[in-house]
Structure formats: structure tokens, C-alpha cells
T-cell receptor, first 115, second 113 residues
Framework: AQTVTQSQPEMSVQEAETVTLSCTYDTSENNYYLFWYKQPPSRQMILVIR??????QNATENRFSVNFQKAAKSFSLKISDSQLGDTAMYFCAFRSGGSNYKLTFGKGTLLTVNP | NAGVTQTPKFQVLKTGQSMTLQCAQDMNHNSMYWYRQDPGMGLRLIYYSASEGTTDKGEVPNGYNVSRLNKREFSLRLESAAPSQTSVYFCASSEWLGGETQYFGPGTRLLVL
């Protein structure tokens, strides 16, 4: 069974600085998808960024980028120019490729951006 | 385009009461899901519906039932609520069961006394 581990329960960063959130996963599959979801105090789960395992290029979405290390089974999220609105719980999630629907979530990292 | 909507936003129940959580999506997605989120844990899948007319158990289905009313709507029912079902419930949808991305609703916070 796949597992997703987020080793940092809480992190903090100063506004405008850069922060990296860690995620590791365990799988024997070669084709899969990885996600970072953001959950602000409103509790809405918002997709931040998505990475396909077959793509070597790291995904980027504006200030958000990932460092995908397939051999190491590592999928970290880098937030550049942190903003107060980035304060949220961040969840890393894994989904097998093909027709497997199941999303496996990590336990989350609470990120606080300080002014 | 509202995405995924859920009602109610918050509900308090007494042990043994029943209620139905409603979910609707307007993205013409085929697949829909119900998750629960408990403190210190990631989301866990309760039930899912691959397409209209089908439903299947997820990771933690005990104590719940679901109905895929039509392509848009997927409801979650608690027949006899228990304190262990106190949680935040999220509905999600994706284009199809193997669709890459699941889109989530705003959540329903349920407290069972």
C-alpha cells in the first residue's frame, strides 16, 4: 500500500521569503500522480500543483514549484515570495496511474507566514 | 460555475439521529467522492461513485450510506450518528475515475454529541 509522509507538522516563514515543504512517498509503481493541496482556515481544499511521474520536468504554478525526485521518492513544494494568504495547512497526496482512483494523503504541514 | 458545493456547512446532531449531507457539482464530472478529515490525519475516503448509478466503498465506509442521485449530485447519509463520526466531511469530483485531479467542496463540519 502506498504511504505519504510529511515530516514537518508545522513551519513558519517571514513574508516575502522562500519556504520548502517536504513530502516523501512509498510506492512500487512507476506511473502515478502527485499533488499538493492547500487548506486555508476556510477549510476549502484547493489544488496547488500537480506532477505526473512520467514527466521529468518539475511542475510550476506562479510562485509555487516542486522538486520531484523520483528515485528518492521525494516531492517537495517550494513557495517563493511568501504571502500572508499562503498561511494554511498543506497536504501532499499520491494517486496511482491508470484507473486507480484512490488519493492517499499525508497528515499535512501547517504553514504560517509572518508579517 | 460554482464547482463543488456542499450543504450544510455545519451541523450538530445528537447520538442516534440521522442526517444527509448533500453534494453537487456543475463541472459535468463523472466521478464523485466522500472523504472525512479528522485532526492529525489526512483525508480518508468513505465512499465513491465512478459514474452515475454506481457506488463503492472506500477506506472507512462503516456507518454511512450514499446515493448517486444523478450525474450532478452525490449524498452521504448517516443513519444513526455516533460521536466517532464527528469530523469534517468533504465531497470531491473528477472527470472520470482515473481522472488526474479531484476538486473539493468547501466541507461540512459535523459534531455528534
Amino acid at each position: 500500500a502506498q504511504t505519504v509522509t510529511q515530516s514537518q507538522p508545522e513551519m513558519s516563514v517571514q513574508e516575502a521569503e522562500t519556504v520548502t515543504l517536504s513530502c516523501t512517498y512509498d510506492t512500487s509503481e512507476n506511473n502515478y500522480y502527485l499533488f499538493w493541496y492547500k487548506q486555508p482556515p476556510s477549510r476549502q481544499m484547493i489544488l496547488v500543483i500537480r506532477q505526473e511521474a512520467y514527466k521529468q520536468q518539475n511542475a510550476t504554478e506562479n510562485r509555487f514549484s516542486v522538486n520531484f525526485q523520483k528515485a528518492a521518492k521525494s516531492f517537495s513544494l517550494k513557495i517563493s515570495d511568501s504571502q500572508l494568504g499562503d498561511t494554511a495547512m498543506y497536504f501532499c497526496a499520491f494517486r496511482s496511474g491508470g484507473s486507480n482512483y484512490k488519493l492517499t494523503f499525508g497528515k499535512g504541514t501547517l504553514l504560517t507566514v509572518n508579517p | 460555475n460554482a464547482g463543488v458545493t456542499q450543504t450544510p456547512k455545519f451541523q450538530v446532531l445528537k447520538t442516534g439521529q440521522s442526517m444527509t449531507l448533500q453534494c453537487a457539482q456543475d463541472m459535468n464530472h463523472n466521478s464523485m467522492y466522500w472523504y472525512r478529515q479528522d485532526p492529525g490525519m489526512g483525508l480518508r475516503l468513505i465512499y465513491y461513485s465512478a459514474s452515475e448509478g454506481t457506488t463503492d466503498k472506500g477506506e472507512v465506509p462503516n456507518g454511512y450510506n450514499v446515493s448517486r442521485l444523478n450525474k450532478r449530485e452525490f449524498s452521504l447519509r448517516l443513519e444513526s450518528a455516533a460521536p466517532s463520526q464527528t469530523s469534517v466531511y468533504f465531497c470531491a469530483s473528477s472527470e472520470w475515475l482515473g481522472g488526474e485531479t479531484q476538486y473539493f467542496g468547501p466541507g461540512t463540519r459535523l459534531l455528534v454529541l
